[in-house]
């Protein structure tokens, strides 16, 4: 199995919440935050693991990638950490998104195996719902994707799955009952149904996600 870097995508502004979303904790103030969490879901498949953050943000003691396109977005924090991967001679990266509090190491594990049983054209390995929603932030890129997310985004094509060929993604499909790991939080209402419901909304969350993306 290849080599794969792993990066915590927490460059974005968090408007829609109202601050940052890479330091909110779920299960009281001596719980990890969201950023803690999701670098240790990755650092038991992936070495080294980075965060992505935007220009001129960083976060004491963690190995920071900044944003080079000159655009905002994802798109930016995936390009930055594959940039650095090739640099460093790591053929893929494993991207997530800092924002899934439900994600956990096994079901990124999946993603690894498929993406190791993919052929070698294949750039874009993502997790696919039964309705055909990618998730394209908790996916794994190979380096070659690079010149493609250059052009993308010199066109303004900004998402992930419009970036990389279609030709060139594969998918690693899940059911609902894995649905609820990749809830993801974005307002204040988000936050309060993981706080207070961890298992019961979430789930019901989770089978919503799958029936309308």
């Not at 960083?58 to 930055?80: E, K």
């Not at 054209?121 to 250059?150: C, D, H, K, Q």
Request: some cysteine.
């Amino acid at each position: 199995m290849v080599r794969i870097a792993g990066v915590v995508l927490a460059g974005g502004r968090s408007r829609r919440m109202g601050r940052d979303k890479s330091l909110l904790r779920l299960g009281g103030e001596r719980a990890p935050t969201l950023l803690e969490r999701s670098l240790a879901v990755l650092r038991p498949l992936c070495a080294p693991v980075w965060v992505s953050c935007r220009t001129g943000q960083t976060f004491a003691g963690q190995c920071c990638v900044q944003d080079i396109l000159p655009v905002s977005g994802p798109i930016c924090g995936v390009h930055a950490a594959l940039v650095r991967a090739r640099a460093e001679g790591i053929p893929a990266v494993l991207v997530l998104s800092c924002d899934m509090p439900f994600m956990h190491t096994a079901m990124l594990r999946r993603l690894v195996t498929a993406a190791a049983a993919s052929p070698p054209e294949a750039l874009m390995t993502a997790f696919m719902a039964p309705n055909g929603w990618t998730e394209s932030l908790a996916a794994i890129y190979r380096v070659e994707a690079v010149p493609f997310l250059e052009a993308a985004a010199a066109q303004g094509r900004l998402k992930m799955r419009e970036a990389v060929p279609p030709e060139r993604q594969r998918f690693e499909p899940y059911g609902a009952e894995d649905a609820r790991v990749f809830f993801n939080l974005n307002t204040p209402q988000d936050l309060q149904r993981a706080a207070a419901h961890p298992a019961g909304s979430m789930a019901q969350a989770g089978r919503e996600i799958c029936r309308n993306p």
